[in-house]
């Protein structure tokens, strides 16, 4: 059981905050103001035990905390920690020492981007000495993991060029809570470079929440976009150890700052963003790949807990430095797994997460060809409606941002070992042999030509489709399909097999789905729908010619936009 801060020490957060952050607005007069429990100020109940600080606190302090609160304070820290007579001076609950063991006991501080924050002990030590005993720390407080945050070096490397992209002045009102603001950057560069370095520019810090910084198409949804780089308070910059991630004439770049100004502030212009640092095209190259199920194909059940997880077989060895798991508000707990000749080993492990706390986090591995690696996300409903997959912040996903060198995006693939198996079904007449194709994921559709008549013939599939806002849910999962298509005497035959491998308990082995049917078209010319005498027809399913070739467009209900596009040729 974790004790919380008494009464007197959550007033002490809020005076020792105005101390340490705000200037002064006028004189001490020097009069008996009473104290936040009442009392006279210098008649403190609690003096922290001096010896105690010199047989041991002082040094795990200075270990733990001075990294910024040095004896001259860094990264935007307000004071030093290292002085016992400065902590305990002044009035109890305005002391430097009563805003320790608030912002400690509550997991506050050091931040979770600390590059080596304290165990549960060390808090219960610390904040059990800066209350005398009045705040103690018995279960974890904060996000737990079993892996640091990934640091990068103070400095950036020399000769360098540099990029920033902001907001240029967005106007923040007084009344502004939880403002999601983008921009979108294309043409950046003259030539191919490397990303070697990447660092937030936070201008306005009373109202920047976080920031994100990802790459993809700029007509696509946020959700079919990969992340490159995020920001919140306490986590620096991100620096790859040798080369970087390549950036291309044509790349979109897409920088988000959420805004949050609590405090009111008035009169606020921000224009924080992220600065690049880009070098020539030597060294290791980069890639964001997602191992995850993402957000395609799970839901969870009012009030009850739920878990998702895929499992992928490395096709292509890679040498992973670091992830960023990702998940919404109802997310519990994360997991990475490998198995290597049958031995299972966790390789990270989030919990008590928070949707406010995402970072990179150190994971420094080689994988092989034949590993198998398993992401699973946990979640905990509250709700009294289901949560769905989905792009929204009120639905749910699972991704592993993870950098991985060779950039080979797809390394790992479905650890499934079925396969499509196509047998053509009772509705076609006379069928024949039909090769496999992989559609492709597209989040622009084809169209049927106006006005376009269906030739008489015999057909098979040649290129499919999968066309949905957001690209990037869908490839988590693997579609092969086999099929064909004849039209006679104003009859329309279709027969296909789609096989499909998705990390969802029904799919995760793989699964086959056949269709067959013949009828006749709706109208004549150009896109039609079906009424069909032999088999059923999917609602919504038409077709008519694309690019001079038949064709067919069939919606897909599987919880997210999307639908099937087959060329047949």
């Known amino acids: 059981m974790q004790h919380r801060p008494a009464p007197r020490l959550a007033l002490t957060f809020a005076l020792v905050a105005l101390v340490a952050f705000a200037p002064a607005c006028g004189d001490d007069d020097g009069g008996g103001s009473p104290s936040p429990d009442g009392g006279p100020v210098g008649q403190a109940a609690c003096v922290p035990s001096e010896s105690a600080w010199n047989d041991g606190v002082a040094a795990l302090v200075a270990e733990r905390c001075g990294g910024c609160h040095a004896a001259t304070p860094q990264f935007g820290a307000p004071f030093p920690l290292l002085d016992y007579a400065t902590l305990v001076e002044g009035a109890e609950g305005t002391r430097i020492v009563d805003f320790m063991a608030f912002q400690v006991g509550e997991g506050l501080m050091p931040p979770i981007g600390a590059r080596s924050l304290p165990s549960l002990a060390e808090r219960d030590t610390i904040t059990s000495w800066a209350s005398c005993g009045d705040v103690r720390v018995e279960t974890p407080v904060g996000l737990e993991t079993n892996r640091p945050p990934f640091v990068a070096p103070v400095e950036p490397p020399a000769g360098l060029r540099t990029i920033d992209l902001t907001l240029e002045g967005f106007a923040v009102g007084p009344t502004v809570i939880d403002h999601y603001q983008e921009r979108d950057f294309t043409a950046l560069v003259e030539e191919d470079v490397f990303i070697r370095r990447m660092d937030a520019i936070i201008d306005d810090s009373r109202v920047v929440h976080h920031i994100t910084l990802r790459q993809g198409d700029p007509d696509g949804s946020d959700a079919s976009m990969t992340y490159l780089y995020t920001w919140a308070p306490g986590t620096g910059a991100f620096e790859f150890p040798d080369g970087g991630i390549r950036l291309r004439r044509g790349d979109n770049l897409r920088l988000q700052v959420h805004y949050n100004n609590g405090s009111g502030a008035t009169g606020v212009r921000d224009s924080s963003g992220v600065r690049l640092y880009v070098g020539a095209v030597s060294g290791a190259e980069y890639t964001m790949a997602d191992p995850g199920p993402g957000a395609f194909g799970f839901s969870v059940a009012p009030r009850s807990d739920g878990t998702v997880e895929s499992t992928c077989m490395v096709r292509e060895p890679v040498t992973v430095i670091a992830t960023m798991p990702h998940m919404h508000e109802i997310g519990d707990t994360f997991d990475i797994d490998v198995t290597r000749a049958g031995t299972t080993t966790n390789v990270l492990r989030l919990g008590a997460w928070s949707f406010e706390t995402q ?211």
């Open 359 to 569: 970072l990179f986090y150190e994971l420094p591995l080689v994988l092989e060809a034949g590993d198998r690696l398993t992401v699973r996300c946990t979640f905990a409903n509250p709700r009294n409606e289901v949560v769905q997959a989905g792009a929204r912040t009120e639905d749910e996903m699972c991704f592993a941002f993870t950098y991985v060198t060779p950039a080979i995006a797809d390394f790992c693939g479905p650890a499934a070992s079925s396969a499509l198996a196509y047998r053509p079904g009772a509705c076609f007449d006379a069928p024949r042999a039909a090769d496999p194709i992989t559609p492709e994921v597209s989040a622009t559709a084809p169209s049927f030509a106006p006005g376009a008549s269906m030739p008489e013939g015999h057909w098979s599939a040649a290129r499919a489709v999968l066309v949905t806002p957001s690209p990037a849910l869908v490839s988590a999962a693997t579609f092969t399909l086999a099929g064909q298509m004849s039209f006679a005497s104003g009859e329309l035959q279709i027969d296909a097999g789609i096989h499909v491998i998705a990390p969802t308990a029904e799919l995760r082995d793989g699964r086959q789905f056949d269709l067959s049917f013949a009828g006749s078209l709706d109208v004549p010319m150009g896109e039609s729908t079906l009424s069909a005498q032999c088999g059923g027809v999917a609602p919504g399913t038409t077709v008519g010619m694309v690019e001079g070739r038949p064709a067919m467009r069939i919606p897909l209900d599987v919880g997210i936009e999307l639908a099937l596009w087959v060329m047949f040729e």
